[in-house]
């Protein structure tokens, strides 16, 4: 700490200016915290229902298997299951409203799997499973 | 007039604004615990994306060699629906229990927590009595690619609701004994975290392996 170095706005005085914190408030720091309230009750069940909704939604489109493109199916499945994953995430795990370091922990796990199995899925599909 | 100055040492020092009301003196300012099971969550995501993808990679390529049943002929899609809504339902109870705690009110805190560990138990009991249908009909851990890849897969998924019951069942044993107040409420937050990403995990498996024609 004693060797750290800040860009600080002073007054005549050298002192810290007025909002002299404020303006730094996002400069050196990689982790800003901004946490807000969570959501109430009522929120939560209506989320709820909503997932039950969608819950509801794909299980319905699983049944147009033969009667529609399984790519289509498929696209609309995989839309379902992201809404879905994206509200407990965000309302129920709180990651809208805490510290974006932990938003950014947790995509950051997602992101890197889709990249690793991406890639390996790619390399099995293309050689290992043709053998 | 004010100026930009650049100072060095301790005596020049302004706090860092990003710990300013953040409530935890840490070097993040957020808290450990919660980083800590955010952490392993990220991790968890990479290790259950290794199971899903290998049941991607294998879904449908073992025709040559397939015995035993196939998943279209023994996956019950209307029992698997019902115990998904059961465990959507908990991940409601389990962020009741903690907006309970949050506003003081332990009673509600336990119900919602018993609540949950119902529904979790259901689910695993369903899931239990699907992996004795699907044996009684011949599918068998080593009967075909199927078999391996769905049984290490919800059985992997089902360890972790297990486990999260248990958790819950801890925390609410604390409650019970009056060592839980308010101002530890980040004791059930991180429980509600791991228990929500086990819910998480299980709506990409039941639309991967339940939901996605096989053909």
Redesign the interface.
Request: with cysteine.
């Given at each position: 700490?004693?060797?750290?170095?800040?860009?600080?706005?002073?007054?005549?005085a050298g002192l810290?200016?007025a909002g002299?914190?404020?303006e730094?408030?996002h400069v050196?720091?990689p982790?800003?915290?901004e946490?807000h309230a969570?959501p109430?009750?009522r929120q939560?069940?209506l989320?709820?229902v909503v997932?039950?909704i969608l819950?509801g939604i794909?299980?319905a489109?699983?049944y147009l298997?033969g009667h529609i493109n399984?790519n289509v199916?498929?696209l609309i499945?995989?839309s379902?299951?992201s809404i879905?994953?994206v509200l407990?995430?965000a309302?129920?795990?709180?990651m809208k409203m805490?510290?974006p370091?932990?938003r950014r922990?947790?995509t950051?796990?997602?992101l890197?799997?889709?990249f690793?199995?991406g890639i390996?899925?790619l390399f099995?599909?293309s050689t290992v499973?043709q053998s | 007039?004010?100026?930009?100055?650049?100072?060095?040492?301790?005596s020049?020092?302004?706090?860092?604004?990003?710990?300013?009301g953040?409530g935890h003196d840490t070097n993040?300012?957020?808290s450990n615990a919660?980083?800590g099971i955010?952490?392993f969550?990220?991790?968890?995501?990479?290790f259950f994306?290794?199971f899903?993808?290998t049941y991607?990679?294998y879904r449908g390529?073992d025709t040559q060699f397939l015995k035993g049943p196939t998943p279209d002929k023994l996956l019950n899609?209307p029992f698997t629906?019902v115990t998904?809504?059961i465990l959507?339902?908990s991940?409601?109870t389990?962020?009741?229990a903690?907006?309970a705690i949050?506003r003081g009110d332990h009673r509600r805190l336990r119900i919602w927590l018993l609540a949950t560990c119902i529904f979790g138990a259901t689910f695993v009991g369903g899931q239990v009595y699907e992996f004795t249908e699907f044996y009684r009909h011949g599918l068998h851990l080593g009967t075909n690619m199927f078999g391996t890849t769905f049984f290490v897969l919800t059985g992997l998924h089902g360890a972790h609701v297990t486990m999260g019951i248990i958790w819950l069942l801890l925390v609410w044993g604390r409650s019970m004994q009056g060592r839980l107040p308010s101002e530890k409420s980040e004791a059930v937050?991180i429980a509600?975290?791991y228990w929500?990403?086990v819910?998480?995990v299980w709506?990409?498996i039941?639309?991967a392996i339940?939901?996605?024609?096989t053909?």
């Open positions: 700490m004693t060797d750290s170095t800040e860009l600080v706005t002073r007054d005549d810290p200016a002299a914190i404020d730094l408030a050196g720091d982790y800003p915290v946490e969570h109430g009750p939560y069940v989320i709820a997932l039950v819950t794909e299980v489109a699983s298997d399984s199916l498929i499945l995989a379902m299951a879905k994953f407990v995430a309302w129920y795990m709180h805490d510290a370091l932990f922990l947790f950051g796990g997602i890197l799997a889709c690793v199995y390996l899925m099995f599909a499973l | 007039m004010t100026q930009a100055v650049v100072t060095s040492g301790s020049e020092l302004v706090p860092s604004p990003g710990h300013l953040s993040t300012g957020v919660k980083l955010w952490l969550i990220s991790s968890e995501a990479l994306g290794a899903i993808s991607f990679l390529r899609i629906s998904s809504f959507l339902m991940s409601l389990m962020v009741l903690l907006a949050q937050e509600g975290l929500h990403f819910d998480i709506i990409f039941f639309t339940y939901l996605i024609p053909h």
